[in-house]
């Protein structure tokens, strides 16, 4: 008896771990990591994500990971986006807090001297074609190399209203 409980809980254990990492929110989510944990200019990171359902409305996040040697307060990142038809919209420049500018304390969940932090970057997004879109990001600040940015990512989730 005492391994058929074990046995079931153990299968509930793995039921759980599964069932709590789908997101049905989640369309994409991708991070793509620079090499050396620099970001270079020339670099411009695209991520090609599918929208089937045009009626719904979609927030779109930025993912960045750094590292504590990042010098600066602040990134600042340009998107495009280019969908079945073409330019979406117009690109976009976002400035995103990756530290506190009077603190200097990291934004973000981290481990040791590494961060996460995700940005809401195009909120309500509506996509009125469906099909494949690529959002690309271009690094705007006025270094070429910038080290501690060690990747970029992209989520797409149908947008929910908070409580």
């Known amino acids: 008896m005492n391994q058929r409980f074990a046995f079931r809980a153990a299968v509930v254990a793995v039921l759980l771990c599964v ?19 620099s970001w270079d200019v020339q670099q411009k990171p695209s ?33 495009t986006l280019t969908g079945p038809g073409g330019p979406v919209g117009q690109p976009g420049l976002h400035q ?12 973000g969940s981290g481990t040791g ?9 195009l909120p309500k997004r509506h996509f009125s074609k469906a099909g494949q879109y690529t959002l690309t990001l271009e690094q705007y600040m006025r270094q ?20």
């Open 113 to 121: 001297d590494i961060y996460d932090i995700q940005f809401l970057a």
């Open 47 to 79: 991520f090609s994500f599918t929208i089937e359902d045009t009626t719904a409305v979609y927030d779109v996040h930025f993912n960045v990971r750094y590292a504590s040697v990042y010098r600066y307060y602040n990134l600042y990142v340009k998107h």
């Open 144 to 163: 070429d190399q910038l080290p501690g940015l060690m990747a970029m990512g992209v989520r797409v989730e149908k947008h929910t209203e908070k409580k």
């Open 19 to 37: 069932l709590s990492a789908c997101d049905p929110n989640r369309v994409f989510e991708q991070n793509i990591d620079f090499a050396n944990n």
């Open 96 to 107: 995103m807090l990756l530290m506190d500018p009077k603190t200097g304390e990291p934004k």
